[in-house]
T-cell receptor
Framework: GESVGLHLPTLSVQEGDNSIINCAYSNSASDYFIWYKQESGKGPQFIIDIRSNMDKRQGQRVTVLLNKTVKHLSLQIAATQPGDSAVYFCAENMGTGANSKLTFGKGITLSVRP | DGGITQSPKYLFRKEGQNVTLSCEQNLNHDAMYWYRQDPGQGLRLIYYSQIVNDFQKGDIAEGYSVSREKKESFPLTVTSAQKNPTAFYLC?????????????FGNGTRLTVT
């Protein structure tokens, strides 16, 4: 079937290298951000999140950096593996309380070369 | 093993027919959501529900309907009024409604209408 990754920008990296995936968000008042990974034919999978009172958060092989000054979010993947090949997209929380909602970016396709 | 189950994985319908997509969760989450994903685009919110017997329109609710009779279940009906129903449909849930907690997604239903 048709992939959700069609028509998206692609980042190609060599296996074993580090990957940096960038996301520009739109609302300076957004206070919560999430990175998702989506493999072909599957639903998005939570990777890591960060709140606006932090500028860096680390997980297993992944790091998220938040630069509120320029409204920029990045996901760093260390020692990229073939299993990391997927579409990655960021989401930002806009609004407050029960009226807040996540807005999703279009995504970037990560392709890992063996 | 908690999660969200969407069925069927693939669905084919003739134009003019209504079709219902199933979504069941056993995460004990209050909030549930339906998103539509088209190639090269971000997720767009169709409907969401923060509690049983309550649901709200999202950004693209026209041509869709939902029900929330049980906490675990949030079926989506794509009606004949939806002008462009062919898409990948994703169901999600979160502990509470609002965008400051991560969404957990099912693996989607790909609907093709001819």
């Amino acid at each position: 079937g048709e992939s959700v990754g069609l028509h998206l920008p692609t980042l190609s990296v060599q296996e074993g290298d580090n990957s940096i995936i960038n996301c520009a968000y739109s609302n300076s008042a957004s206070d919560y951000f999430i990175w998702y990974k989506q493999e072909s034919g599957k639903g998005p999978q939570f990777i890591i999140d960060i709140r606006s009172n932090m500028d860096k958060r680390q997980g297993q092989r992944v790091t998220v950096l938040l630069n509120k000054t320029v409204k920029h979010l990045s996901l760093q993947i260390a020692a990229t593996q073939p299993g990391d090949s997927a579409v990655y997209f960021c989401a930002e929380n806009m609004g407050t309380g029960a009226n807040s909602k996540l807005t999703f970016g279009k995504g970037i396709t990560l392709s890992v070369r063996p | 093993d908690g999660g969200i189950t969407q069925s069927p994985k693939y669905l084919f319908r003739k134009e003019g027919q209504n079709v219902t997509l199933s979504c069941e969760q056993n995460l004990n989450h209050d909030a549930m959501y339906w998103y539509r994903q088209d190639p090269g685009q971000g997720l767009r919110l169709i409907y969401y529900s923060q509690i049983v017997n309550d649901f709200q329109k999202g950004d693209i609710a026209e041509g869709y309907s939902v029900s929330r009779e049980k906490k675990e279940s949030f079926p989506l009906t794509v009606t004949s009024a939806q002008k462009n129903p062919t898409a990948f449909y994703l169901c999600a849930s979160s502990i509470v409604v609002g965008g400051d907690s991560p969404l957990h997604f099912g693996n989607g239903t790909r609907l093709t209408v001819t």
